[in-house]
């Protein structure tokens, strides 16, 4: 699904990334941890070019991104969903809208999108907000709506970026069990975090960067 070889990436005279080389198989669920600067918010980004690497290859679903012209990404991103620790919803809309929109432009139907949208959020558990506006949720409600958006349109992958990040413990198990289950439905997961009790409580497989770098890559293992 992921295939990664000897990425860097640098601001001027500083490294964020230094040679990473990693595979992430289709169907895995992966922790991405580290310490506050590790690279792993770049590495993130990389993957949904949001940034381009200095050097070094990526490819997603075999197809090289590195190189893939601005034309050519909203495709690619298509192809995955993306899940923010902040969110991202459009606050003046419903939730309904906020997952709707995202495939609003493939040309399917009303009805083919309804029910799309209403198995997201049964998913998620939240088939009975689908009216709500954000600011009517909480926290831990806003996550799982930006989780029903990210796999609405059925990617084969789910990047999640910190997405525990302003949650409470409660809320955080919840956020990663709904990601689990998604993950049981055949789709890769990839999850980037410093929470140490989720991913020593889930026991997946964890990679770990340290300046800019793999320094562990461990199955079910542990919050170095």
Do not use: W
């Not at 949001?50 to 991104?65: F, K, M, Q």
């Not at 009805?111 to 909480?138: C, F, H, N, Q, W």
């Not at 026991?203 to 293992?221: C, F, Y």
């Amino acid at each position: 699904m992921i295939v990664i070889r000897d990425l860097v990436k640098q601001y001027k005279n500083k490294y964020a990334l230094r040679g990473i080389d990693l595979d992430i198989r289709p169907g895995e669920f992966v922790f991405l941890v580290g310490s506050s600067g590790a690279g792993k918010s770049t590495l993130m980004k990389m993957l949904y070019l949001e940034e381009r690497p200095t050097r070094g290859s990526v490819y997603v679903a075999g197809i090289d991104i590195g190189n893939l012209p601005p034309s050519k990404i909203p495709s690619l991103r298509r192809c995955m969903g993306i899940v923010f620790q902040d969110y991202k919803l459009l606050q003046n809309h419903t939730v309904y809208d906020n997952i709707a929109y995202v495939i609003r432009t493939m040309g399917i139907s009303s009805k083919e999108i309804e029910t799309r949208v209403m198995g997201a959020l049964k998913v998620v558990g939240l088939e009975d907000k689908y009216k709500s506006k954000p600011s009517e949720l909480s926290g831990g409600e806003q996550q799982r709506v930006s989780i029903a958006r990210a796999i609405v349109n059925g990617p084969p992958l789910l990047i999640a970026d910190e997405p525990t990040g302003n949650l409470d413990p409660k809320n955080s198990l919840e956020v990663m069990q709904i990601l689990e289950q998604v993950n049981q439905r055949g789709i890769t997961i990839l999850v980037s975090t410093h929470d140490q009790n989720m991913v020593n409580y889930f026991r997946k497989r964890v990679v770990t960067l340290n300046h800019g770098q793999v320094v562990s890559d461990r199955e079910a293992g542990t919050y170095d």
